[in-house]
């Protein structure tokens, strides 16, 4: 939305619910609320994330996910919304993996889909000098990968990237303390 900075700010989790078996899948919750459900859910609703190490892992939750976004973000707009939708991805995604990003916004109900790689938009939301011909290290530890850039003169110039990230840590987190003090 122009000029209004970050307008969301949500996990990629959703809450599918399934009420019988060969019913249709339904969405139960989407973001922080489906984030909540996360090992607490009963045996009719799952919570999962549909883009698991940085990529789609699930086309049909992913898209679901993303129109329920747009709604949030443009729930006072008259007309049903058709944004341009600016998407990050990692460094290492196949050009397999990007058609399915664009693929899926598209289907969510965007009008035009732009990919930008994690680590530049890392470097232009930090304000780096990413246009100069002075080389900048971005480290990007995202909930599935953790890239790690140089860039310079509007590009990347080295990168360098493992599907592994925050989701990871705080699983590791968890299992510690569950290890060694036998709560949470």
């Known amino acids: 939305v122009k000029g209004q ?9 959703v809450a599918i619910r399934q009420d019988r078996a060969g019913s249709p899948k339904s969405v139960a919750a989407v973001g922080h609320d489906a984030k909540q459900m ?5 045996g009719n609703i799952a919570a999962i994330r549909p883009m698991k190490d940085g990529v789609i892992a699930d086309f049909f939750v992913t898209e679901k996910m993303l129109q329920h976004f747009i709604k ?3 729930s006072n707009s008259f007309m049903r919304p058709s ?5 990050c991805v990692p460094v290492g995604a196949t050009q397999v993996e990007r058609r399915a990003i664009r693929e899926s916004a598209q289907g969510a109900g965007a009008r035009e889909v732009f990919l930008i790689e994690e680590p530049m938009a890392a470097a232009i939301g930090a304000g780096l000098p990413v246009s100069e011909a002075t080389g900048s290290m971005v480290v990007d530890i995202g909930g599935g990968t953790t890239e790690v850039a140089v860039i310079s003169l ?5 990168s360098s990237s493992v599907r592994i990230g925050g989701d990871r840590f705080d699983e590791a987190i968890i299992n510690y303390v569950r290890r060694n003090y036998g709560s949470l």
């Open 38 to 42: 996360l090992g607490r859910t009963p």
């Open 5 to 13: 900075g970050i307008v969301l700010n949500e996990p990629s989790v």
């Open 72 to 74: 949030q973000v443009h």
């Open 154 to 158: 509007n590009g990347v110039v080295y």
């Open 83 to 87: 944004p341009r939708v600016l998407v």
